[in-house]
């Protein structure tokens, strides 16, 4: 099984707050890692730093052989070009609490953004593409609907189509149900678990345990910034042996 | 009373009202294209990374909006050739009043861009759009969509402000309406024409932009 | 240049602040004047029935619809001829100046008014009601302190209009400060001197403007 991400050392701060202190992770292709923890612990900033919507002081993160963020000049850190970064982020797909969808464009019209302007694939193609994926999340017939008139679970199953529609090698989702009214939960989490059984490696992080639980193949807990404990669902979740965790699982079991 | 109404005079010179009606919608025109660009501009530059250039912008527009248009006139007017710039009449009504457009709408299109949420911007960068692109296929479109209503504002409030050019002696509404006056005695009937004339117009206008405003609506 | 200019200036000056202040009292008068007035439409119109409100509409879109200047030549020309048939008597420039301009404050004045006491109006005035205040006790304690601080913004963009709007006076020959710039400007030559200073001027009385209404918002924060 090959390596995907490979994260060494990662050390991340916001001004003095030191928020990453240290992270070594690795995701083989195909794997799905959920990675829990209470807020404040930087599960969502590990996320953001692998696709560089957050800048990193150390550390490594390589994805497929590639170094992800910067040049290494003879053990030196040298900065990449925003073009050469955004190339690096074409190689995963992001799906946001808040969804961010594109609000001036359709649904087709959010999908087809980075098709047809990073892909530079012609329009026809693009919708082509665009619907097949519409298709996949369960939404081919509000493809025109604008995202002022869907449901958030709606939106965040474009958020998704967006994303898989640019062939990312690895999938992030920040929390994708969390901003989501209950009842909406489960036809986006549905999509999830599909995508995690077609093989997509993915990087979860979330509060849904039954998602952790049942479609994950590792589930990775973080405190503080470090990751404390690391494993397969069914031991990690039945049988926590950091004490963080257990108070973490003990609450939320509520 | 012993005023007779003669409101012949107004029907006779009708067309001159309206050519100085149209004049001030021109004039109106020709300013917000140039506030237009530089509100735009200038809106981004504002998030520039260097100090300077975020402190120049501040300074163009905490000076310009404090101005008094009729003042702004008369420099583009007499001071513009003293340095060495040909200007006429015209062209420096509109220029006065396109860079204090400018100003305003840099504010206009400031507070747009303040109320876009973030996380579009990142959406955008995620599907790997570089900033820039990001700005210009995101970014710029929503901005613009959501600063209508106050684009419009703008420009009634531009239209109203032509009336000024009649201080240096353009022909536009306000000009005609006064030369009617003092060259017919028609006192009362030239300036209720001139109201008139200014409100049935500001309305319409409004009309077309709430119009205009309901086609381009972000749905 | 500039030593021609200094030379003008310090001769100038008597002329200059006299006329300043002459601005600055205009302003002044029609600021309160037409706060006072648009204060008491946009009660008018936010308590009112259907035809006060109705009347207070037509009369705000109609001086809204009407430019400044085109305002200050009606009252001068129109309202004077009026005057002059049935009363006999006329307004001079300066009276027709602060007619106009409070005029033109008061149509904004009211607008802001109306909308922040409606904004305010169901939600406050239940909750006061609710701890037994009066009507009147309600308006004083409960809505007016919020509505003062909703309205400071926009007021003093209103003020300051009217500040530039004294300019305007200068075509119906008040004795204000710009059209002393005008003249010292064409009699020496010196255009880019005066225009240039008057600019100064003009920023400085609007700046200050806004910053008095940015200290009175930050005084009616505090809670």
Known sequence: MQSLLKINGLHKSFGNLEVLKGIDLEVNQGQVVSIIGSSGSGKTTLLRCVNLLEEFQAGEIVIEGQLIGYRDKGGRRSSISEAEKARQRALTGMVFQTFNLFPHLSALGNVTLGLRKVLKQPRAEAEETAAHWLDRVGLSERKDYYPSQLSGGQQQRVGIARALAMAPKLMLFDEATSALDPELVGEVLQVMTDLASEGMTMLVVTHEMSFAKDASTRVVFMNEGVIAEEGPPDTLLTNPKHPRLQDFLARSQR | ?219 | MIEDFSNTLVTATPFLLGSLWFTITISAMSIVIGTAIGLLLGLASAYGGWVTRFLVRIYVDIVRGIPGLVKIFTVFYLVNALLSEVAGFTLSAMACGVVALSIHASAQVSEMARGAIQALSKGQTEAGKAIGLRFWQVQFYVIYPQAIRQILPTWVTSSTEIVKGTTLLSLISVPEFFITIRELAAREFLYIQFYGFAMIVYFLLNFSIELLGAHLERRYSRY
Request: net charge positive; aromatic share 10%.
């Open chain 2, 1 to 219: 009373m012993n005023y007779h109404f003669n409101w012949k005079v107004i029907v006779e010179d009708w067309d001159k009202l309206m050519w100085g009606l149209l004049l001030g919608l021109e004039i109106a025109f020709g300013a917000i294209i140039i506030g237009l660009v530089i509100g735009l501009v200038l809106a981004f530059a504002s998030h520039a990374r260097q100090f300077w250039i975020r402190a120049a912008v501040k300074v163009y527009v905490t000076f310009l909006r404090n101005q008094p248009p009729l003042l702004l006139l008369f420099f583009a007017y007499f001071v513009l050739p003293r340095m060495g710039i040909r200007i006429d009449r015209v062209e420096s009504v509109v220029l006065a009043l396109g860079l204090y457009a400018g100003a305003q709408l840099t504010e206009v299109f400031r507070a747009s861009l303040a109320n876009i949420p973030k996380g579009i911007r990142e959406a955008g960068l995620a599907i790997g759009l570089t900033p820039v692109r990001t700005n210009t296929l995101v970014v710029l479109p929503v901005m613009f969509r959501n600063a209508i209503p106050a684009l419009g504002n703008s420009f009634i409030s531009l239209f109203k402000d032509t009336s000024l050019a009649a201080g240096i002696a353009v022909a536009e509404l306000t000009w005609q309406a006064r030369k009617i006056s003092t060259d017919t005695f028609a006192v009362l009937e030239s300036w209720i024409a001139a109201c008139v004339i200014y409100v049935v117009a500001c309305m319409i206008i409004a009309q077309l932009l709430l119009a205009l405003e309901r086609k381009l609506k972000i749905p």
